[in-house]
């Protein structure tokens, strides 16, 4: 069954805009879509056991760099998306080499600093960065003014196509000899260097692929709102991707899918916005960390397990 | 004319260097003997501030009274944070991290619900301005600078010299030892929680008699004593009051020549070069 469960779902994806044509509901799919490539990218890392708090601050550059690139320069977007992955890669090989030099706590309060910093600079700068308001009037990548009104069911393709390709490239490097490496170091810096492993350039690797991937996410994020500011991908961001994570669970990819899916379908239920968000989510983290730490996927399991069917389910993949 | 700016910039650099001192205290307090970095630290800051405006200027109680009874509330807070958060992780230090980002989420949305996003002003106990050799200071600023350096002293004392003291720097040293010696680490422990506690409450009465009360006031000398407890040092008290003094003096002199925003970025570049040339900060401990 297991065979064919992820064909069924990305056929089922695939269609979705053919059967459901309700606009907000596309909406919510690209938002949940920009969710999990972020929550994605930050597990990779996680995998090591660093959690990069400097996540949203690389989602900013690469919507940075395609706002400057679509809007200022009038470049197709085609070409601003893999500039807009580039180089928040290209400012994360310094930015980890020096961070991933201090472990645990320091390095989560180092890159926390980190994401400050972004906002702050791009704050600060009020030519090319537009200061605290912010960048507006980003346009749409071009193939869909051809058909005048922009629909939302291109955006839900663009989109999903992200999905797809983050999920299949990180699903590759986790299941991978170097993810074996990344997993090993979890277990202990020192015990992985013993049998090996160059555990400064791993986690390098997977500091840089994250930063990758969130670059993606933040140009997606900027040609479809087609609005950033300093307001959008502050600390809380981050931490909303690492909530994504805690709830879905850490052992395997399902894990921050699910939570993306979930913690985004959520809100929007039951509309809470704004600060009470905040106030769920700060609740969501702390009850999930006491009372379910190892997130859906790891209860799910656990149940499972103890209803009879007794194979092996640890670091099974998903997605 | 010069001279003068130059001495006015240093001192109100110091005054601010010593509030945020009083806070990393209680940051580093708490990391050097329970591996705690606790993120609830910074709300502690603003709902001892919000204690003070309510009990101060509401009620109409003397500074003294509003200040004890920020003290208590925080320190209650601090242990029901402790009972309820930290001790069921078994101060695991990653996840109480992340426990604690949490707990100062949902504290700090449930006082923009309470309280009202719009800053408060806490009127001055100490009203006038103090003109020494041409260097203007507010006499407010003078007692809060006063009063966070004579709790430092009165810290270190504490540490040095009476017994729960000595018990806690026994506990920081090695706590197998401590409790083959008779320590008990969780009484150390709720002593920990209700000294780093009151040295927030402090901190966060005097930034809001200062500054004005609002319900982000907690974040940004939370996330400074964090650079600062890395610049000096986790765990290292002497660390510490240096990086305090110093981030302060160096918030002070680039916030008047380039403006604040761009101080808490030098803050970073000065903790990066840091990390490169001692990562474990400067009188810290192996990372």
């Known amino acids: ?319 | 004319m010069n001279a003068t700016m130059l001495m006015q910039i240093i001192t109100s650099g110091l005054v601010m260097g010593l509030i945020y001192m009083l806070i990393a205290l209680g940051v580093t307090l708490l990391f050097g003997i329970m591996r705690v970095v606790n993120f609830v630290h910074g709300e502690m800051v603003m709902l001892s501030a919000f204690a003070m405006y309510f009990i101060s200027t509401e009620a109409g109680l003397p500074f003294v009274a509003a200040l004890a009874v920020a003290i208590l509330a925080s320190s209650l807070a601090a242990v029901f944070c402790q009972y309820a958060l930290f001790s069921p992780l078994q101060y695991d230090i990653l996840n109480c991290f992340i426990v604690g980002i949490g707990a100062s989420f949902a504290i700090r949305s449930a006082s923009w619900a309470f309280f009202g996003p719009e800053p408060i002003a806490i009127p001055p106990t100490l009203p006038g301005v103090l003109n020494i050799g041409g260097v203007f200071i507010a006499k407010q600023r003078l007692f809060a600078a006063a009063l966070c350096g004579a709790l430092a002293i009165v810290l270190y004392l504490f540490l040095q010299y009476t017994r729960q003291g000595k018990a806690m720097r026994a506990v920081e040293q090695d706590r197998e030892a401590a409790l083959l010696m008779g320590v008990s680490p969780s009484s150390v422990y709720v002593t920990a929680f209700v000294i780093s506690a009151a040295l927030a409450a402090v901190g966060g009465a005097m930034l809001g008699t200062l500054f004005g009360v609002d319900p982000e006031m907690g974040a940004e000398p939370l996330l400074k004593s964090f650079i600062i407890v890395q610049i000096g040092g986790m765990g290292s008290l002497l660390g510490t009051v240096i990086a305090a003094l110093f981030i302060g003096l160096m918030d002070s002199v680039t916030g008047t020549l380039l403006g604040g925003e761009l101080a808490f970025i030098i803050d970073f570049a000065i903790l990066m070069l840091i990390l490169i040339v001692r990562p474990r900060g400067l009188f810290g401990y192996d990372v």
């Open chain 1, 1 to 319: 069954m297991n065979r064919f469960a992820l064909p069924i779902l990305i056929v089922a994806l695939l269609a979705l805009p053919l059967v459901v044509r309700d606009a907000y509901f596309l909406h919510v799919m690209v938002v949940i879509g920009i969710n999990v490539v972020m929550a994605v990218s930050m597990w990779l890392l996680g995998i090591t056991g660093l959690i990069s708090f400097g996540q949203a601050g690389f989602m900013f550059i690469g919507a940075m760099t395609t706002a400057l690139l679509t809007k200022n320069l009038h470049w197709p977007f085609w070409i601003a998306l893999p500039l807009s992955a580039v180089i928040p890669a290209l400012i994360a090989a310094p930015v980890g080499r020096l961070s991933l030099r201090v472990k645990g706590v320091y390095f989560f309060l180092v890159t926390l600093a980190f994401g400050q910093v972004v906002s702050g600079i791009f704050a600060y700068f009020e030519n090319p960065f537009g200061g605290w308001y912010g960048i507006r009037n980003i346009p749409p990548p071009q193939p869909a003014s051809l058909f005048g009104t922009l629909d939302k069911t291109a955006f839900y393709y663009l989109a999903l196509a992200l999905v797809l390709v983050t999920c299949w490239v990180i699903h590759r490097v986790s299941r991978s000899w170097f993810g074996d490496v990344l997993w090993s170091i979890r277990e202990g810096d020192l015990l992985a260097s013993s049998v090996g492993v160059d555990v400064p350039r791993s986690k390098l690797i997977a500091f840089v692929v994250s930063a990758f991937f969130a670059g993606a996410a933040g140009s997606l994020y900027a040609c479809y709102f087609g609005y950033i500011s300093p307001l959008v991908f502050t600390f809380e961001y981050s931490v909303n991707i690492l909530v994504f994570i805690v709830v879905g669970g850490f052992a395997t990819m399902a894990g921050p899918i699910v939570g993306a899916v979930a913690l985004t379908i959520v809100p929007e239920l039951f509309r809470v916005t704004g600060k009470y968000q905040m106030m769920a989510f700060g609740l969501i983290l702390v009850f999930s960390m006491l009372l379910m730490p190892q997130g859906i996927i790891g209860t799910w399991q656990r149940l499972r397990d103890r209803r009879g069917s007794r194979q092996p389910v640890a670091r099974e993949a998903g997605g």
